[in-house]
């Protein structure tokens, strides 16, 4: 158990909704990553948070967002859902950022019918 | 976690023989590199990380050598057995706070 906590761990939903994944991480930990594996693509760096402010961005579409709040819990939102859009999410956290080992949460399971 | 349908590299090695998984990086700029495991349906898991100011790090039964002139990794595990088998992403970060992944590699152990 990395101490990292996701929810929920499976979704399924319909192409056009919207769906909000929640992270809680590591205790101590500041920084949260969130990632997206899908069957063709491997693992995909979306975003990343450090104590509330967004510090780096990867390939996350404009259609994804994602906060962290301050108990530095993160969401991240998926809107407009494509098929293509179904993947596992996964969050990570570190105690700070870069530099530092990532712990992986379960992560969330998305199928969009 | 299940990479079920991703064309992985993949690498079959018999119980209690050694094995070692590669990858090549993309960014010469990149001082932090990082092995996880990613066990079917579950999350990646860290493995042993190894800074550029070094080409050498051993854990528990796990090496990862670095050689910065072909931005090349190496995760080495010794006497491997059943429970290494999964599949296995090499990380590398340029001391920001984006963490690229590789593509990954299958290790399947044979009993």
């Known amino acids: 158990d990395s101490g990292v906590t996701q929810t929920p761990k499976h979704l399924i939903t319909a192409t056009g909704q919207r769906v909000t994944l929640r992270c809680s991480p590591r205790?101590?930990?500041?920084?949260v990553y969130w990632y997206q594996q899908s069957l063709d693509q491997g693992l995909q760096f979306l975003i990343q948070?450090?104590?509330?402010?967004?510090?780096a961005k990867g390939n996350i579409l404009e259609r994804f967002s994602a906060q962290q709040f301050p108990d530095l819990h993160s969401e991240l939102n998926l809107s407009s859902l494509e098929l293509g859009d179904s993947a596992l999410y996964f969050c990570?956290?570190?105690?700070?950022?870069?530099?530092?080992?990532?712990?992986f949460g379960p992560g969330t399971r998305l199928t969009v019918t | 976690g299940e990479n079920v349908g991703l064309h992985l590299p993949t690498l079959s090695v018999q119980e209690g023989d050694n094995s070692i998984i590669n990858c090549a990086y993309s960014?010469?700029?990149?001082?932090?590199f990082i092995w996880y495991k990613q066990e079917s349906g579950k999350g990646p898991q860290f493995i042993i990380d190894i800074r550029s100011n070094m080409d050498k790090r051993q854990g528990q039964r796990v090496t990862v050598l670095l050689n910065k002139t072909v931005k090349h990794l190496s995760l080495q595990i010794a006497a491997t057995q059943p429970g290494d088998s999964a599949v296995y992403f090499c990380a590398e970060n340029t001391g920001g706070f984006k963490t690229i992944f590789g593509a990954g590699t299958r290790l399947f152990v044979k009993a």
């Open positions: 948070y450090y104590n509330g402010e967004e510090r």
């Open positions: 960014n010469s700029a990149s001082d932090y």
């Open positions: 990570a956290s570190s105690e700070r950022g870069g530099t530092y080992e990532q712990y």
């Open positions: 205790s101590g930990d500041l920084s």
